[in-house]
């Protein structure tokens, strides 16, 4: 069983307003991701970080910001939301030692509304 | 870069099989592959690695073929419970934390 958790699971907001999406992990995993996904459609990865201190922008350009001060969490931040943020946004993060081999293990997501 | 999956969609009655393709026009080291039902998050399925090396659970079975660089998952004697949509993902290189996934295929077993 996988203890990755995402708050909030839900989240319906008017334009402008600064976000955070929490992300926390208990698995002492080094590797963490934000994907974006909109209902039905593909995975897109749009942040990443291989441990603490590091993050880099995956193949999505996103307005989002994340930060990695401590192992066990990855949040992720809008400074001014927008409906076009309107999304689902997916944690996940990755244990193994090995490079390309690790599974990732998602969050339930946050549903993020903006209006 | 992105990896290609093919079909996009399939619709299976039970007990039948499907083939999912996975292709990249890059060097695979590896290829991952999860399914997603409806309003939940992605789950592992199995990883295969170069050299052939398999990992993973459930009925499912995959192949790798490092010089096509291509992967197959195979689905036998289909259930209800394998209806999803299913993601192949991709490192983009040797030392990459980066794992790209494909645009995914969308399977519904009827009864």
């Given at each position: 069983e996988a203890d990755i958790y995402q708050t909030p699971r839900y989240l319906v907001i008017g334009t402008g307003k600064k976000i955070t999406l929490e992300c926390s992990q208990t698995m002492g995993h080094d590797k963490m991701y934000w994907y974006q996904q909109d209902p039905g459609?593909?995975?897109h990865l749009i942040h990443y970080s291989y441990g603490v201190n590091s993050t880099e922008k995956?193949?999505?350009?996103?307005?989002?910001?994340?930060?990695?001060?401590?192992?066990?969490?990855?949040?992720?931040?809008?400074?001014?939301?927008?409906?076009?943020?309107?999304?689902?946004?997916?944690?996940?993060?990755?244990?193994?030692?090995?490079?390309?081999?690790?599974?990732?293990?998602?969050?339930?997501?946050?549903?993020?509304?903006?209006? | 870069q992105q990896p290609v999956q093919s079909p996009q969609a399939v619709?299976?009655?039970?007990?039948?099989?499907?083939?999912?393709?996975?292709?990249?026009?890059?060097a695979l080291y590896s290829v991952h592959w999860y399914r997603q039902k409806h309003g939940e998050a992605p789950v592992f399925l199995m990883i295969l690695l170069k050299g052939g090396e398999q990992k993973g659970h459930e009925k499912i079975s995959a192949s790798f073929n490092e010089k096509k660089q291509q992967s197959?998952?195979?689905?036998?004697?289909?259930?209800l419970s394998y209806s999803g949509t299913y993601f192949?993902?991709?490192?983009?290189?040797?030392?990459?934390?980066?794992?790209?996934f494909g645009k995914g295929t969308k399977l519904s077993v009827i009864p």
């Amino acid at each position: 069983e996988a203890d990755i958790y995402q708050t909030p699971r839900y989240l319906v907001i008017g334009t402008g307003k600064k976000i955070t999406l929490e992300c926390s992990q208990t698995m002492g995993h080094d590797k963490m991701y934000w994907y974006q996904q909109d209902p039905g459609m593909e995975l897109h990865l749009i942040h990443y970080s291989y441990g603490v201190n590091s993050t880099e922008k995956g193949d999505l350009s996103s307005e989002s910001t994340v930060s990695r001060i401590r192992t066990e969490h990855f949040p992720l931040t809008l400074e001014s939301a927008r409906p076009s943020h309107t999304s689902q946004y997916l944690c996940a993060s990755s244990g193994s030692r090995v490079l390309n081999t690790g599974e990732l293990f998602f969050g339930e997501g946050s549903r993020l509304t903006v209006l | 870069q992105q990896p290609v999956q093919s079909p996009q969609a399939v619709i299976l009655r039970e007990g039948e099989d499907a083939v999912i393709n996975c292709s990249s026009s890059k060097a695979l080291y590896s290829v991952h592959w999860y399914r997603q039902k409806h309003g939940e998050a992605p789950v592992f399925l199995m990883i295969l690695l170069k050299g052939g090396e398999q990992k993973g659970h459930e009925k499912i079975s995959a192949s790798f073929n490092e010089k096509k660089q291509q992967s197959s998952l195979y689905l036998t004697a289909s259930q209800l419970s394998y209806s999803g949509t299913y993601f192949c993902g991709t490192y983009s290189g040797a030392g990459s934390y980066q794992l790209t996934f494909g645009k995914g295929t969308k399977l519904s077993v009827i009864p």
